[in-house]
């Protein structure tokens, strides 16, 4: 490969936290999790691949992810290296792929200079061939050092409906071929001639191209949505953020739609990476080795005469018999039973639950944070009831909330807490009162973890009620 430029990943994770609910939610989107066993989010496993194919150190990441998100998105880079959380970007709002990669292209020529080939890839797909995927990269940035707009296409495995296509003439030996036309999701009869015919190929959603190109064809085919982004930008953070009032007007433009589908400079380059947009829970049950009736089982679930189905337990016991090809995923607070082939079904049921403003799908049940973990064991009208884990020798942050009041009783281990700065030292079957506005703090001074039940009491108990004055985490920062 040459050496006059060099890569830089730039990574999309603005995702809305729906098609695989109620394991993600829109709070804790796809990206995030850990699925099948994994120790890795989504995201991590999308970085760690990037860096790998790439070249790139981890100091050359870009990311580009919802201000609401973006927290959530450094911890878990930085969980990686913590130099990958150096270039996070945050959006004031969703407005789609044209506006992000825009944003993200007018950082990297600031900061890695024009020269520099940006590699966009979604946070949250799978590959299993990651050298498929190495090897196209090398021929995607030899393209775009030359000018061109390259993109990966996924040779199809199947008659899919739920893919877009793209249309191309395939030059053989995995040359980039001219695109021809960019095509939506096809039904059933259209996906089965797509198939059939050997010129379309999945859009697999990730690009190659020079940044000095990308922001000239910005230039010429998105003007108006380019110059709008530019002026969003709030060069004094370190074009880190953009204006919320600004932003906020942009139209909501796929990237295909705003450059791709009007350059005469795209290509596509055909690919075989054992990839996925874990789309559904079908996808996810592919990725995975199942048993001799076709069944993956995570947590304590049992089953009788079940065939071709994923069940996953989080904190129940569930048990099935006389079923075929389900999907059954609880996670505390919700329970999903649904036709694992059925997607369009579960796009219906989604719509249905955010119409009714259903609080499960905003929240998750339970989260990661750099000290431990957290889940909800109850909820409702003015109270929450959490299970907290400290693990030993990680504190909280010095917090303060709005609305809420807390009482705390610790199941096991041992726990300092400072209220006020006054500190009480907490062992098993005690407890204690946080009033509302107390600065407080909790620590795990121990060898082994601290569990702790918490009672939230008040008008509103989000995530996001949360002052903080001093966070070893550098959450304060964020």
Same mark, same amino acid.
């Given at each position: 490969? $040459?050496?006059?430029?060099?890569?830089?990943? %730039?990574?999309?994770?603005?995702?809305?936290?729906?098609?695989?609910?109620?394991?993600?939610?829109?709070?804790?989107?796809?990206?995030?999790?850990?699925?099948?066993?994994?120790?890795?989010?989504?995201?991590?496993?999308?970085?760690?691949?990037?860096?790998?194919?790439?070249?790139?150190?981890?100091?050359?990441?870009?990311?580009?992810?919802?201000?609401?998100?973006?927290?959530?998105?450094?911890?878990?880079?930085?969980?990686?290296?913590?130099?990958?959380?150096?270039?996070?970007?945050?959006?004031?709002?969703?407005?789609?792929?044209?506006?992000?990669?825009?944003?993200?292209?007018?950082?990297?020529?600031?900061?890695?200079?024009?020269?520099?080939?940006?590699?966009?890839?979604?946070?949250?797909?799978?590959?299993?061939?990651?050298?498929?995927?190495?090897?196209?990269?090398?021929?995607?940035?030899?393209?775009?050092?030359?000018?061109?707009?390259?993109?990966?296409?996924?040779?199809?495995?199947?008659?899919?409906?739920?893919?877009?296509?793209?249309?191309?003439?395939?030059?053989?030996?995995?040359?980039?071929?001219? %695109?021809?036309?960019?095509?939506?999701?096809?039904?059933?009869?259209?996906?089965?001639?797509?198939?059939?015919?050997? =010129?379309?190929?999945?859009?697999?959603? +990730?690009?190659?191209?020079?940044?000095?190109?990308?922001?000239?064809?910005?230039?010429?085919?998105?003007?108006?949505?380019?110059?709008?982004?530019?002026?969003? @930008?709030?060069?004094?953070?370190?074009?880190?953020?953009?204006?919320?009032?600004?932003?906020?007007?942009? $139209? $909501?433009?796929?990237?295909?739609?705003?450059?791709?589908?009007?350059?005469?400079?795209?290509?596509?380059?055909?690919?075989?990476?054992?990839?996925?947009?874990?789309?559904?829970?079908?996808?996810?049950?592919?990725?995975?080795?199942?048993?001799?009736?076709?069944?993956?089982?995570?947590? =304590? %679930?049992?089953?009788?005469?079940?065939?071709?189905?994923?069940?996953?337990?989080?904190?129940?016991?569930?048990?099935?018999?006389?079923?075929?090809?389900?999907?059954?995923?609880?996670?505390?607070?919700?329970?999903? %039973?649904?036709?694992?082939?059925?997607?369009?079904? +579960?796009?219906?049921?989604?719509?249905?639950?955010?119409?009714?403003?259903?609080?499960?799908?905003?929240?998750?049940?339970?989260?990661?944070?750099?000290?431990?973990?957290?889940?909800?064991?109850?909820?409702?009208?003015?109270?929450?009831? =959490?299970?907290?884990? @400290?693990?030993?020798?990680?504190?909280?942050?010095?917090?303060?909330?709005?609305?809420?009041?807390?009482?705390?009783?610790?199941?096991?281990?041992?726990?300092?807490?400072?209220?006020?700065?006054?500190?009480?030292?907490? =062992?098993?079957?005690?407890?204690?009162?946080?009033?509302?506005?107390?600065?407080?703090?909790?620590?795990?001074?121990?060898?082994?973890?601290?569990?702790?039940?918490?009672?939230?009491?008040?008008?509103?108990?989000?995530?996001?009620?949360?002052?903080?004055?001093?966070?070893?985490?550098?959450?304060?920062?964020?």
């Amino acid at each position: 490969m $040459p050496s006059a430029y060099s890569i830089i990943p %730039v990574i999309l994770c603005g995702g809305s936290g729906s098609r695989l609910w109620p394991l993600s939610r829109e709070q804790s989107p796809k990206q995030f999790l850990k699925l099948l066993g994994s120790d890795q989010s989504l995201l991590t496993q999308t970085a760690t691949r990037a860096l790998a194919c790439s070249g790139a150190s981890a100091s050359q990441l870009v990311s580009v992810t919802l201000d609401s998100l973006k927290k959530k998105t450094i911890l878990d880079l930085a969980s990686l290296h913590p130099d990958a959380a150096n270039h996070v970007l945050g959006e004031p709002c969703a407005r789609n792929t044209a506006a992000a990669i825009a944003y993200a292209a007018l950082y990297v020529a600031e900061h890695f200079g024009r020269d520099s080939v940006i590699w966009v890839l979604p946070a949250d797909h799978y590959i299993s061939d990651e050298h498929a995927l190495k090897k196209a990269l090398d021929t995607a940035a030899r393209a775009a050092s030359e000018g061109k707009l390259v993109t990966f296409g996924m040779t199809p495995t199947r008659p899919e409906t739920g893919y877009g296509y793209i249309q191309c003439q395939p030059q053989g030996n995995g040359r980039p071929a001219p %695109v021809l036309s960019f095509v939506e999701k096809p039904d059933a009869i259209t996906a089965q001639a797509y198939f059939e015919s050997g =010129k379309y190929l999945w859009n697999s959603g +990730m690009f190659v191209f020079s940044a000095g190109k990308i922001l000239e064809s910005y230039g010429q085919y998105a003007k108006n949505l380019f110059e709008n982004v530019k002026d969003a @930008v709030q060069y004094k953070t370190g074009m880190k953020s953009l204006s919320p009032d600004k932003y906020q007007n942009l $139209p $909501p433009i796929p990237f295909d739609t705003a450059i791709m589908e009007k350059t005469d400079q795209a290509v596509v380059i055909p690919c075989q990476m054992g990839w996925s947009d874990i789309g559904s829970w079908e996808s996810v049950w592919e990725m995975g080795i199942p048993d001799s009736e076709g069944n993956i089982h995570e947590g =304590k %679930v049992t089953s009788v005469e079940t065939s071709n189905s994923f069940i996953r337990a989080g904190s129940l016991r569930i048990a099935t018999a006389g079923l075929q090809d389900v999907v059954i995923i609880e996670d505390g607070d919700s329970l999903l %039973v649904a036709d694992k082939k059925n997607a369009g079904a +579960m796009r219906m049921l989604m719509d249905t639950l955010k119409k009714m403003n259903i609080p499960e799908t905003v929240e998750p049940n339970r989260e990661e944070r750099p000290w431990g973990q957290f889940r909800v064991l109850s909820r409702g009208t003015g109270y929450k009831v =959490k299970e907290i884990i @400290v693990k030993p020798g990680q504190k909280l942050s010095l917090q303060m909330h709005h609305h809420r009041c807390e009482f705390w009783t610790v199941i096991s281990g041992e726990a300092w807490v400072e209220i006020d700065r006054t500190i009480k030292n907490l =062992k098993a079957q005690e407890n204690i009162f946080i009033p509302l506005h107390a600065h407080h703090r909790l620590e795990n001074p121990g060898q082994q973890d601290l569990v702790m039940i918490e009672v939230q009491c008040g008008d509103y108990l989000g995530e996001d009620d949360i002052v903080r004055f001093d966070d070893i985490y550098g959450r304060m920062a964020v």
